[in-house]
C-alpha cells in the first residue's frame, strides 16, 4: 500500500478550505519528500510519551520512546491551524537540508496524530541552561570548541543556502557528555539569495543591527548572532549587556542608534577581542567570514593545552558513529577500542583520535576554500561576461551613432 492510501485518511478529514495549507505541507513532505511517518493502528508500534522537556511560542518537546530509541518529538501547542502549520512548516525547512551535519539538528518522522515531528534528542539540554546553572562548569577551551562547532553548523547552513536568523542559547543543545552542540528551532529560517529581506525574525538580545531597523540583510546577520553568543559563552552569563532592566525596545533603539554592544571582558586574550568586536561591526561588510572565524578558533584551540577526557564504552561508541556518519567509514577502517583499564592504551587512542580529526578538519578547510574559489571563479566570468556584452552593446550604439550621423548630414547636403 502506497503512502498516499495509507494516509488517505487524515487527508479526507483535511478537505475543509481552512485546512489547505496543512494538506500541501503534508503532501510536501510524505510525498515529494518521502520522510517517514508515524501513524499506525498497531499498539506495539505506539511511541511512548516519557516527560516534557521544552516549549516555544507554537510547539511543545516531548521526550518520547519509539521503536526502542529515544527522541524529542516537537508538537503544536494547540490545533489551531496556525500553530500546526508553524511545525509543518519547520519540518519542511529541516527537510531542504538533505546531507547530515554533527552540529543540525535532524528529523527522523512525522507524527500525523500531532501534526508534529520526532528529531534528536539531546540530553545535555539547552546551553542557556548549562550556562546559567551555578553548578556547571567549563574551560576556555570547551567555550572555543562550541563557538567552533556553531560556526561550522553556520557555514553549512549558509553553503545550503539557508541562514538561521535565531541563533541563540535557548537553540543550541548539547550531547555526548556536553561535548557536541547541536543547533535547533528553523521556525525563522529562510533561504539566502533574498536581497529584499526586511522583516524583523529572532531575539532582540542576538538580533543583528540591520535585523532591528528592518533593513535589508543578508546571512551576515548569523554572523553577529554567533558573536554575541560567543561573548555569553566567554563571560559565562547569560545576559551580556548588564542592563537587566532595559526592555527590548530600549535595547535596540541603544544598539541601532548608539553602537551599543555586550560589556567588556576582563582578562580576556586580545585576539578574542578583536575577533568579537570586528564581528559585530555595524557594517555587516565589515565582518569576517566564517571561514575565517573557524581559521582563528581552531589556531587557538591547537596552541592551547590538550586536556584529558574521560573514556567510556558509550563514549567509544560515541566516537565510531560519529566517524560513521561524518565520513562514512565502514567499521574495518575505524579505531579499535583502547583497553579501559590501561592508561597508555586510553592515551593512545585519544591521541590518534586527535590526529584524525585535525586530518578530517584540514580536509573540511580545503574542501570549503575550494567552494570559496570556485564561487568567486563563478562571480568572475560572470562579470567577464558582462564585460563582453556591454563591449559589444557599446560597439553597437557607436555604429548606431554613426549612422543617425551620417543621415544628419545626408539631410543637410544641398540637393
Not at 133 to 159: E, P
Not at 182 to 196: E, F, K, M, N, P
Not at 338 to 361: E, F, G, M
Request: hydrophobic share 35%; proline share 4%; charged share 25%.
Amino acid at each position: 500500500m502506497d503512502i498516499a492510501s495509507q494516509y488517505s485518511d487524515i487527508l479526507r478529514t483535511l478537505k475543509k478550505d481552512k485546512y489547505n495549507d496543512t494538506r500541501d505541507k503534508l503532501y510536501k513532505l510524505l510525498l515529494e519528500r518521502k520522510i517517514p511517518y508515524l501513524l499506525s493502528p498497531d499498539k506495539t508500534d505506539e511511541m511512548e510519551i516519557i516527560k516534557p522537556i521544552g516549549e516555544g511560542a507554537f510547539g511543545i518537546v516531548q521526550l518520547v520512546r519509539y521503536r526502542n530509541r529515544i527522541y524529542a518529538h516537537k508538537r503544536p501547542r494547540s490545533n489551531l491551524s496556525k500553530s500546526r502549520n508553524s511545525l509543518l512548516d519547520e519540518a519542511i525547512k529541516l527537510t531542504d537540508i538533505v546531507e547530515t551535519h554533527p552540529n543540525i539538528q535532524r528529523l527522523y518522522f512525522i507524527n500525523l496524530k500531532t501534526f508534529g515531528f520526532l528529531m534528536d534528542y539531546c540530553c545535555g539540554g539547552s546551553l542557556e541552561t548549562y550556562i546559567v546553572d551555578s553548578n556547571t562548569t567549563y574551560t576556555l577551551t570547551d567555550a572555543l570548541n562550541w563557538s567552533y562547532q556553531l560556526a561550522d553548523a553556520l557555514s553549512f547552513l549558509h553553503s545550503k543556502q539557508i541562514m538561521h536568523r535565531d541563533v541563540k542559547m535557548q537553540n543550541i543543545l548539547l550531547k555526548d557528555n556536553y561535548q557536541t552542540l547541536v543547533l535547533t528551532d528553523y521556525g525563522t529560517a529562510t533561504q539566502l539569495g533574498r536581497s529584499l529581506l526586511t522583516n524583523q525574525a529572532g531575539t532582540p538580545i542576538i538580533m543583528a543591527p540591520e535585523v532591528c531597523t528592518s533593513t535589508k540583510y543578508t546571512e551576515k546577520c548569523d554572523i553577529y548572532s554567533w558573536t554575541i553568543v560567543f561573548n555569553q559563552l566567554l563571560a559565562k552569563q547569560y545576559d551580556p549587556y548588564g542592563e537587566p532592566n532595559l526592555n527590548s525596545f530600549g535595547l535596540i533603539m541603544k544598539i541601532t542608534t548608539e553602537n551599543f554592544r555586550p560589556r567588556k571582558l576582563n582578562n580576556c586574550p586580545s585576539i578574542l577581542v578583536a575577533l568579537m568586536y570586528r564581528s559585530w561591526h555595524s557594517d555587516p561588510n565589515e565582518r569576517p567570514t566564517l571561514f575565517f572565524i573557524k581559521r582563528v578558533l581552531r589556531l587557538i584551540l591547537n596552541v592551547l593545552p590538550i586536556e584529558k577526557q574521560k573514556c567510556s564504552k558509550e563514549i567509544i561508541n560515541d566516537n565510531k558513529k560519529q566517524w560513521i556518519n561524518e565520513c562514512n567509514l565502514s567499521q574495518k577502517h575505524l579505531l579499535n577500542g583502547p583497553r579501559l583499564d590501561n592508561k597508555d592504551s586510553v592515551n593512545i587512542y585519544q591521541d590518534c583520535l586527535r590526529k584524525a580529526k585535525h586530518i578530517t578538519d584540514v580536509q573540511k578547510d580545503m574542501s570549503e576554500m575550494e567552494q570559496t574559489l570556485e564561487a568567486f571563479q563563478k562571480e568572475k566570468d560572470i562579470k567577464k561576461d558582462h564585460h563582453k556584452q556591454l563591449l559589444i552593446e557599446n560597439v553597437k550604439l557607436q555604429q548606431q551613432i554613426e549612422m543617425l550621423r551620417e543621415k544628419i548630414l545626408h539631410k543637410k547636403r544641398p540637393q
